[in-house]
């Protein structure tokens, strides 16, 4: 989800948040015992409650990498669900240390509403489900003229679609709900003919569904969406920990460190693995960024590479059955590219 610009006054009253919040985040973090990170409410392979009340996501699985890279521990972190309309307001004030909540990444947010995004840890964009039972003979977005479509209040999407239906010069008539959970209802029971948000999003919004199999995604994406983990802005170091677990989880999944092997890769003679998992005696890399030299190998251990998170919240053996695409590695044709750990 994506929320709306905010307007100079907002964007002073999060200015002044951001002050009143530390700018030692990283030393409250340890005095603390634990990273407070901020999710979804309920949003399936990214961030929901199990059936025994654990969080599970992709999201919160990057909020449990930080916390090992940190503490060498990945359960030492508390998760808020958030709205769409507190998100910001509940990092910037200092209520969470990370904003993990599939939030989209853009020029007003990285400017005027104080956040430095740490990575795309899922690139995205905006498309639609429907009912096929209701809606047998559309096959495309361009064939909603004069429908009716839930969005969630105090997001871009609403400014997206608006954007989609003028440029393709069609009627539409928005129904606009403040909480995702009373969107999604409102569409399941009828009193929309489709549905619009991020495609991840529908995808998970599908299996909550009555009848999951009636609803279908049209193929249409109407905007850019690069998902991903923000902080408070005048935090270099804390940015830096957030950042660098981002590139960890993407390098070790290039040099082809699991979960399952990490332990076995420490005893590796490749130079470039040697000094990904700190194991060089000149090695302080992890010293330099304010955690412990096996920083990475906790990461790993906590929650495996990148690949494995994808694919165990959300990939193709999960009920959302999402391919990586444009989220692969660069090596395999996609678009997550880790900068160097050296």
């Known amino acids: 989800m994506k929320h709306i610009v905010i307007g100079v006054l907002g964007a002073a009253a999060f200015g002044m948040m951001a002050t ?11 005095a603390r015992g634990f990273i ?3 999710v979804n409410t309920g949003l399936a392979g990214f961030s929901a409650p199990n059936a025994q009340g654990e969080w599970t996501g992709l999201d919160v699985d990057f909020c449990r990498a930080v916390a090992a890279a940190v503490f060498g521990d990945g359960t030492k972190v508390k998760f808020t669900g958030l709205s769409a309309k507190d998100r910001f307001t509940a990092l910037q004030s200092g209520e969470v240390d990370i904003l993990s909540r599939n939030t989209t990444w853009t020029i007003n947010r990285d400017t ?19 009912n096929k039972k209701s809606l047998p003979d559309v096959n495309s977005a361009l064939q909603l003229s004069g429908a009716s479509i839930c969005v969630q209040a105090g997001t871009t999407t609403e400014l997206n679609m608006a954007d989609y239906f003028r440029a393709n010069k069609m009627e539409y008539n928005p129904v606009v709900f403040e909480k995702f959970e009373e969107a999604n209802a409102a569409y399941d029971a009828g009193r929309c003919d489709a549905y619009t948000t991020d495609q991840s999003g529908l995808y998970a919004v599908r299996l909550q569904m009555k009848s999951p199999d009636d609803h279908v995604v049209l193929p249409e994406i109407i905007s850019k969406e690069p998902l991903g983990p923000s902080v408070r802005q005048g935090d270099d ?34 130079p470039e693995i040697k000094r990904l998992l700190g194991v060089e005696a000149e090695t302080k890399i992890g010293t330099d960024l304010g955690v412990g030299n096996d920083w990475v190998v906790n990461i ?23 391919s990586r695409g444009v989220n692969a590695l660069w090596t395999k044709g996609g678009l997550q590219y880790g900068m160097p750990i050296r």
């Open 20 to 30: 009143a919040a530390s700018a030692d985040t990283l030393g409250d973090v340890k």
């Open 36 to 38: 407070k990170c901020g």
């Open 112 to 130: 005027a509403q104080g956040l430095n995004f740490a990575g795309v840890t899922y690139y995205d964009g905006q498309g639609f489900m429907i």
């Open 237 to 270: 170091k804390w940015f830096d920990i957030v950042k660098w677990t981002y590139y960890a989880l993407l390098n070790t999944e290039e040099a082809g460190i699991t979960k399952a092997n990490v332990d076995e890769m420490l005893k590796s003679d490749n």
């Open 300 to 322: 790993v251990r906590a929650t495996g590479n990148y690949g494995e998170i994808f694919e165990r919240n959300v990939g193709a053996e999960t009920p959302l059955k999402i």
